[in-house]
């Protein structure tokens, strides 16, 4: 990488090089275990001229959505948040029978399908085949494409403007971030709102969730690096909101610049936040690298002690993220023998590097495991809920990030 991607600069800074990992989501079938498998290097740099934090674009977004392994519905917890935002969105906005709300990178409809149901209408924008099929499955128009500032003219030209566009978790996605943001700006009407979710550079850096790196993931974003990227595309940030999900994340409420007036008093807090934690300068990225490699050493050093005892670690959940950790930690089947995830795609797969091998949920409380690694600690209380039964036989929580925590459940 030699320019930054928002704004163009070579002062390209490291922040935490983890070495060279396969894409987090390209599990493998039993049939490619023999075969080669291409990994890529995942190095975050962060430009210290507007401090957006970044990768290289080293795959493409086609080579990772046009099937896609990610089902949103399977998280009970993800839907249930999509249920509130939309609620809570209508209120704000007034959205009725006469207004018309597009998600972009809409998946299996889970968001949308809490439009549909209060009778708005709505499209979604979902780049994946696959799941973008089992959102119009599910009552939910769906058009697949990627968002461009063509593909948000033709859907305006088509369906009208939007009212409200919902972006949660892909703002991170796309490697052409002005593209994208000018794709925004195109879908939404003159006088609407545009509503993007996405992890909060300041909590991975403090919670070392160094785990959310991975290719998927082009940047990572302060409000302050926020604000730059939606300028590119003609919007401007009026409010912020800090949500717990995905160990912390913003949602950021932008509207077109004509229309946006002053923005919120959460936006100056936020970004006095941000700079208080050294996040405009050098200062506060000196030290992540340092904090990544004692989670490494603390979750090996659980790892094997256990294997010498004895005992017996499965794993809960097969998310990208955990892809990330796997492979930075270099974890093998001899110390994790395999891991389970609700997603019935990914059953009878493995997991991308470490060959793991994933299974249905069932086969814990089969196997009774010592400890149980939980590898998408961004939904702890779901799953801690979810998991009380292996207090039954006596077994543990194992959850890596922020930091290594056995826990006993009990139900």
Not at 354 to 370: G, M, Q, V, Y
Request: proline share 7%.
């Amino acid at each position: 990488m030699t320019r930054c991607r928002l704004c163009g600069s070579t002062a390209l800074e490291s922040v935490v090089d983890l070495g060279a990992t396969p894409p987090c989501e390209s599990f493998l079938s039993a049939e490619r275990l023999d075969a080669p498998e291409p990994t890529y290097p995942l190095h975050l740099r962060v430009c210290t001229d507007c401090w957006l934090a970044q990768i290289p674009p080293l795959i493409t977004p086609e080579e990772t959505f046009s099937e896609y392994a990610y089902f949103s519905s399977y998280s009970s917890s993800w839907v249930e948040h999509a249920r509130v935002f939309v609620e809570d969105a209508a209120a704000r906005l007034g959205l009725g029978e006469d207004s018309f709300v597009v998600e972009v990178a809409s998946n299996d409809g889970y968001l949308l399908r809490h439009v549909v149901d209060r009778g708005v209408r709505c499209l979604g924008v979902e780049p994946s085949v696959n799941v973008g099929a089992a959102a119009r499955e599910a009552g939910v128009p769906t058009h697949t494409a990627f968002l461009s500032p063509e593909t948000g003219a033709e859907v305006r030209a088509e369906h009208g403007p939007a009212d409200l566009v919902v972006a949660n978790n892909v703002y991170a996605h796309i490697p052409d971030v002005i593209g994208f943001t000018k794709g925004l700006r195109a879908l939404v009407a003159d006088d609407g709102w545009v509503s993007i979710e996405v992890q909060h550079l300041l909590t991975l850096i403090e919670e070392n969730q160094y785990d959310t790196i991975y290719h998927e993931h082009f940047q990572y974003y302060t409000v302050a690096s926020a604000i730059r990227a939606l300028a590119s595309g003609g919007l401007t940030l009026v409010d912020v909101e800090l949500l717990p999900t995905h160990g912390g994340s913003l949602r950021l409420w932008a509207r077109p610049d004509e229309a946006a007036g002053e923005p919120s008093r959460r936006v100056s807090d936020v970004l006095a936040r941000e700079k208080a934690a050294g996040l405009q300068e050098l200062s506060g990225y000196t030290e992540f690298s340092a904090r990544v490699a004692k989670v490494r050493r603390d979750l090996l050093r659980f790892l094997v002690e256990a294997a010498e005892e004895g005992k017996t670690v499965v794993g809960y959940g097969a998310p990208g993220k955990g892809n990330t950790l796997l492979n930075h930690c270099g974890i093998r089947p001899d110390l994790l023998a395999y891991t389970v995830d609700r997603n019935p795609y990914k059953h009878g797969r493995y997991t991308p590097g470490t060959r793991i091998p994933i299974l249905p949920p069932e086969r814990i409380a089969a196997d009774r495991p010592d400890y149980v690694l939980v590898l998408p600690w961004n939904l702890r209380a779901e799953l801690t809920e979810q998991l009380a039964y292996v207090h039954e036989w006596g077994g543990r929580l194992v959850f890596p990030i922020p930091e290594l925590s056995i826990v006993e459940v009990e139900r």
